[in-house]
């Protein structure tokens, strides 16, 4: 039996690389103010910024699109919609959104108040910043295992259930609700086992407040407790994502993720104590109850989408695919957080440049020199993304320095990857020439999408 995993698809339609040259990639980087967020995407060889939306669509998908109802109120599309989603969640209201974000926005706006208090396993970005936005206090709560890059264990994702209890006892009338992140995006794609997310629904019924789940890569999630966790090896990956969400009293979701979409989110709902408020906020930012933000065709794709995101035979493959590159990055002696996620391999870019001072923001170093190197574009999750500038200027440091380099679903092949490993090997080479960087320009919320940089 060949031992090789193929891709589980064929390519029916290509997109062409533009090539670039190391000298036309120095200027162009220092054009963009030394930010890849900044940099055209056609200069760009393998864009692995993010899973978010950038993946191929598949032939049932672009099909479906032709059948959108695009009615403006009660469109078939959005009720064929709400079905799959009712069978895989066992929610009742399902509110759409054009994307992840506006599904926090639309939920945090209608159920938080100025002074609460979220306690998650990791906030996203995203996430962190539509709570804070509101005044609400974001509290990352995940295991110690969690923010050890090199340690391994087969659920990095969990979430601390003695510090949940602490938290929620000393300061449980702040708490509106817990959440909880599948996988752990944060922490590497990390995943959450079964009995972490059961213990913490219980955790949280005892205090009497809800769950809300964030699920952009549920299906990932779904798979790994499939494969790591005892008693689920023979259990259907739908059969897993049903129960894991049976836990839950709401989700939100951007589909852009193990949806299979361009564009799309949700949230999801078990009962109508939120329902008012949250169609309220939806109809004031997004749009109609029935479609959210997206149109039709948008509605129809994601109810394909949800349904090929759970088949096994590409949660295998795309396991496996982040395996493999961190296969390659271990033989090169390159720190990654290990086991690998689902969506991406995250680098530990204090492996590779451990004599970078956090000042200069070691892993938005690293993610430039990739850029430089082979025209990779990832996404730094470390300091930038997470710290702070203080009002009195001072600087706050997160405890991990990453680049995240997450892989498009259905858009690469194995000689991207191997191409990848051979940039990696070259970068880490030349480590002590990489220069690091200072903030020029910042934003207050979520500056690493338009913050400017200087060479450090």
Partial sequence: MPRTMIEPFRIKSVEPIRMTSSAERLALLEEAKLNVFKLRAEDVLLDWLTDSGTGAMSSAQWGAIMVGDESYAGARSFFR???????ITGMEHLVPTHQGRAAERVLFTAVCKRGDVVPNNCHFDTTRANLEFNGVEAVDLVIAEGLQPATLHPFKGNIDLARADELLTREGDRVPFGMITVTNNTGGGQPVSMANIRAYAALLKRHGKPLVMDVCRFAENAMFIKLREPGYTNTPVRAICQEMFSYADGCTMSAKKDGMVNIGGF???RDDRWL?????????TEGFPTYGGLAGRDLEALAVGLEE????????????????LGEKLEAAGIGFVKPTGGHAVYLDAKTVLPEMPAAHYPAW????????EGGIRGVEIGSVMFGKRLDDGTETYHPMELVR?????????????D??????????AKARSIRGVRIAKQSKYLRHFT?????A
């Avoid at 919609?81 to 069978?87: C, F, G, I, P, T």
């Avoid at 170093?365 to 430089?372: K, P, R």
């Avoid at 380099?405 to 990857?417: E, G, I, K, N, V």
């Avoid at 191409?419 to 970068?427: C, G, K, P, S, T």
């Fill in 81 to 87: 919609l709400q079905s799959v989603l009712r069978d």
């Fill in 267 to 269: 949230i999801m709902l």
């Fill in 276 to 284: 008012e408020a949250v169609r309220n906020m939806l109809i004031l």
């Fill in 309 to 324: 995101g759970m088949d096994e035979a590409y949660l295998r493959y795309r396991l496996r695919t982040a395996e493999y």
């Fill in 365 to 372: 170093a690293l993610c430039n020199a990739l850029y430089l």
């Fill in 405 to 417: 380099l997450a892989f498009p679903r259905r858009m690469y092949t194995q000689s991207h990857f």
């Fill in 419 to 428: 191409f990848a490993a051979e940039v990696l090997v070259e970068v880490k």
């Fill in 451 to 455: 913050a400017e940089m200087e060479w």
